[in-house]
């Protein structure tokens, strides 16, 4: 006889004492959790040593120590009998209006005759049967306890303290704060299920109701606790099976996500600190990247500094380059002129050893080229300078030296000039030897010595010449006297003049030549003065006619009469000569002197050609001419004549 | 002495007084009209720019000066001149090596002659 039925495996209660259990592909469809209720349920439906039959692709997963594998590779399996079995989850079958606590409307019927028996059996049965509860007032302190809250609350830490929410055990104390806060907003009653509590050995899960009660104008809290299946031990909470599937599924599934919420807090906390590492390292990458901005900028400073002092070197790098080029064209230049110049020249320095020296030195000493570097003094020399060494050291105190030299038994003559080699205004750092060949220098000297004397010949024979056709052609009497005495006074002067070369003639000798033969009678007194040629051939003409004069019509006509002849040089911004010609104790005179050669060649002539002043006058009864003529390079100089060295004259 | 030059104009530079006043005597005695004698350079090159000549007579050599800017200026106003020279004809400026000029020492005669020759040849002669 076959039975044919529909059987839900999940939600029917079970068949018993079966031979064998087909049950092919349906368990892929399941999830875990229920396979795991299914297997213990086949098991319980075999008898012993039934077979459970199942797809090719299922397995017993957890429970194969339930089965013997018959054939493995066909998934037949058959019941193993065991002393144990894993609690069945049958109260999920149970009709739904059985599920509730029947007892306890039994014990109710008829039982109520004495009211305080049977308030004292209510309180017991109260205290049996009812679930623990607290009283709490507004604020969540305690009012009251029933009996067994020790297993939800405990003394909180710390001193006695009477706030239910301290005193919650965990797990509790959130749901229950949540609650409170519920119950005391609303006024309501407030249920909350399935709380885990973490109570001594184990996880209680309960289920919580607060229901506010109002007395008068207070209003108090019941909290009620009731336990929700039986307390698991930790083991129990990771065992493999429970009866209670639904629990250990919502409670795996609480823990889970227990796990993943701290889990997630964990992740959210790294997270976030994570974040915070981000934030400062990310301001740290922003000083960081404002200091590289503020380097760059000082770069880019320190980069057209950089420039510009570039730019600088290479203008002064130019600078230098134009220096080096004048410096080599300046060096070139002295090497030409050291070639060129005939004037010898050595550099000493101070251990008078040659720096250098210009070939024309070659002639003097016998030097080569290679001869820089040697000591001056101990080259041998065709000077005859026996003193050049004290010389040269008297020239390092800074004194220059001049010599001249003859070389070649007086053949040749050579200036030789010594002077200090200074580096700066008070170092002196060498000697420069200096030789110039005046040979034709003093050749030509000699030969204007000799042009000069043969001139002054010339002129004192013609003059010689002139007064003998005078003497000759002339009658003896005054005018041919007068004649040759000017004659004379030309010679004279040029005599003077030839002395100097042509070129001056002292005013005192010049004056002194003229009056010679009246000695006794003339006083001279002036300081030295030169007089040009063309000067000194007019104030002599000038001397000799008032020469003449006096000793016809003047002083000197008588024996005591007397001349003074003086002159200065005064002047402040113009000096001139003042000369005055005096006489003293001759006859007295009235007038001036009849006019006549004399008298217009002082008056005029002075003027005329010296652009001075002449007047004649009588002072005191004598004649007096005062001659006044302005300094001048041309006509008049002060002053003897400066002892310029002579050129020529042999070293003494 | 004649006065065949009479109220001719000439001017005289001359440094040496007595040769100066020889060519003034000489010229006033033939009836010139003298401006001069001038010694130096500076004056005679101001009078040489300034009066009216029919003729001048230049020393070459004033008291170590070239006569050379007188002659200039009065070439410039065509005014006929001759030197007058102790040096030969070598001494004269060079671009007047041509011009006439009187040797020193010179006789009246040969003054005279050669104003003449100036006065005759560069222009007709003065009513």
């Known amino acids: 006889m076959c039975i044919f039925s529909t059987h839900s495996v999940i939600r029917d209660p079970p068949f018993s004492r079966l031979d064998l259990i087909s049950c092919r592909n349906l368990l892929i469809y399941l999830k875990p959790t229920l396979q795991a209720q299914i297997i213990p349920l086949f098991h319980y439906s075999l008898r012993s040593g039934g077979y459970l039959f199942l797809g090719g692709s299922e397995n017993l997963s957890r429970y194969g120590e339930l089965f013997v594998t018959l054939d493995r590779k066909s998934r037949i399996f058959r019941r193993r009998d065991l002393a144990s079995r894993p609690p069945l989850p049958l109260r999920q079958f149970l009709p739904t209006s059985r599920r509730g606590t029947a007892g306890m409307e039994e014990s109710q019927g008829g039982l109520l005759q004495r009211s305080d028996m049977l308030r004292g059996i209510a309180?017991?049965?109260?205290?049996?049967?009812?679930?623990?509860?607290?009283?709490?007032?507004?604020?969540?302190?305690?009012?009251?306890?029933?009996?067994?809250?020790?297993?939800?609350?405990?003394?909180?830490?710390?001193?006695?303290?009477?706030?239910?929410?301290?005193?919650?055990?965990?797990?509790?104390?959130?749901?229950?704060?949540?609650?409170?806060?519920?119950?005391?907003?609303?006024?309501?009653?407030?249920?909350?299920?399935?709380?885990?509590?973490?109570?001594?050995?184990?996880?209680?899960?309960?289920?919580?109701?607060?229901?506010?009660?109002?007395?008068?104008?207070?209003?108090?809290?019941?909290?009620?606790?009731?336990?929700?299946?039986?307390?698991?031990?930790?083991?129990?909470?990771?065992?493999?099976?429970?009866?209670?599937?639904?629990?250990?599924?919502?409670?795996?599934?609480?823990?889970?996500?227990?796990?993943?919420?701290?889990?997630?807090?964990?992740?959210?906390?790294?997270?976030?600190?994570?974040?915070?590492?981000?934030?400062?390292?990310?301001?740290?990458?922003?000083?960081?990247?404002?200091?590289?901005?503020?380097?760059?900028e000082e770069l880019e400073t320190s980069k057209e500094e950089l420039q510009s002092v570039n730019e600088e070197l290479q203008t002064v790098n130019n600078e230098l380059s134009i220096k080096i080029e004048e410096l080599d064209r300046a060096n070139a230049d002295l090497n030409n002129l050291f070639q060129s110049t005939q004037i010898a020249t050595i550099f000493l320095d101070r251990r008078l050893v040659i720096r250098s020296f210009t070939p024309a030195v070659s002639k003097l000493f016998n030097l080569l080229p290679g001869d820089q570097g040697r000591p001056l003094t101990d080259l041998s020399s065709r000077l005859d300078y026996p003193d050049l060494e004290s010389d040269i050291r008297t020239v390092f105190g800074g004194e220059a030296i001049e010599r001249a030299l003859s070389l070649s038994e007086g053949t040749e003559h050579y200036l030789a000039r010594l002077l200090p080699y200074?580096?700066?205004?008070?170092?002196?750092?060498?000697?420069?030897?200096?030789?110039?060949?005046?040979?034709?220098?003093?050749?030509?000297?000699?030969?204007?010595?000799?042009?000069?004397?043969?001139?002054?010949?010339?002129?004192?024979?013609?003059?010689?010449?002139?007064?003998?056709?005078?003497?000759?052609?002339?009658?003896?009497?005054?005018?041919?006297?007068?004649?040759l005495g000017r004659f004379h006074a030309l010679g004279h002067t040029h005599d003077l003049l030839s002395n100097a070369g042509w070129t001056e003639a002292p005013l005192r000798e010049l004056i002194s030549t003229e009056l010679a033969p009246y000695g006794a009678h003339i006083t001279v007194n002036g300081p030295p003065v030169s007089l040009k040629p063309q000067a000194a051939l007019l104030l002599a003409l000038v001397v000799h006619e008032l020469a003449t004069n006096a000793p016809k019509y003047g002083s000197l006509s008588t024996p005591r009469g007397r001349v003074e002849i003086g002159w200065t040089t005064a002047g402040d911004r113009q000096r001139r000569l003042e000369f005055t010609w005096t006489e003293r104790g001759g006859p007295k005179i009235d007038g001036l002197p009849v006019r006549g050669f004399g008298t217009e060649l002082i008056e005029r002539g002075v003027r005329f050609e010296l652009q001075g002043e002449a007047t004649l006058g009588a002072v005191d009864g004598g004649l007096q001419c005062r001659i006044v003529i302005p300094e001048n390079p041309q006509y008049v100089t002060f002053g003897s004549p400066p002892d310029e060295p002579v050129i020529g004259e042999a070293a003494s | 002495m004649t006065a065949e030059l009479e109220g001719v104009r000439v001017l005289v530079v001359e440094d040496e007084f007595l040769v100066a006043t020889l060519i003034e005597d000489m010229l006033h005695a033939a009836g010139c009209i003298v401006s001069g004698p001038i010694p130096r350079i500076g004056e005679a090159l101001e009078a040489a720019g300034r009066g009216t000549y029919d003729a001048a007579i230049l020393d070459v050599n004033l008291g170590g000066d070239r006569i050379d800017p007188v002659a200039k200026a009065l070439s410039y106003r065509n005014v006929p001149f001759a030197f007058v020279t102790g040096y030969g004809t070598a001494g004269l400026p060079g671009d007047y090596a041509e011009r006439p000029h009187l040797r020193k020492p010179f006789r009246m005669t040969d003054l005279i002659n050669t104003i003449s020759g100036l006065v005759h040849t560069s222009r007709p002669k003065v009513v």
């Open chain 1, 422 to 483: 200074r580096i700066s205004s008070d170092i002196i750092d060498g000697v420069l030897l200096t030789f110039v060949d005046v040979t034709s220098i003093i050749a030509a000297e000699e030969q204007q010595k000799v042009l000069a004397a043969e001139l002054s010949h010339r002129v004192k024979n013609t003059l010689a010449v002139v007064s003998s056709i005078t003497e000759r052609t002339l009658p003896d009497g005054g005018a041919k006297t007068d004649l």
């Open chain 1, 123 to 296: 309180a017991t049965v109260v205290e049996r049967f009812a679930p623990t509860y607290v009283i709490v007032d507004e604020s969540g302190q305690t009012l009251f306890f029933s009996s067994g809250t020790g297993k939800y609350l405990q003394p909180a830490v710390g001193p006695p303290n009477r706030d239910i929410v301290a005193m919650a055990r965990p797990g509790l104390r959130a749901d229950l704060r949540a609650a409170l806060h519920c119950a005391k907003e609303t006024g309501r009653r407030f249920v909350r299920d399935r709380i885990a509590v973490q109570i001594n050995g184990g996880t209680q899960t309960v289920s919580l109701a607060v229901e506010p009660v109002t007395e008068g104008n207070e209003t108090v809290y019941g909290i009620v606790f009731i336990d929700r299946g039986p307390i698991r031990t930790v083991e129990e909470t990771a065992g493999v099976a429970h009866p209670d599937s639904e629990d250990t599924t919502v409670r795996q599934i609480e823990q889970e996500l227990q796990e993943t919420k701290e889990r997630l807090q964990s992740t959210i906390e790294e997270l976030e600190t994570a974040n915070e590492e981000f934030r400062s390292s990310n301001e740290e990458l922003l000083s960081v990247n404002e200091e590289l901005q503020s380097t760059n």
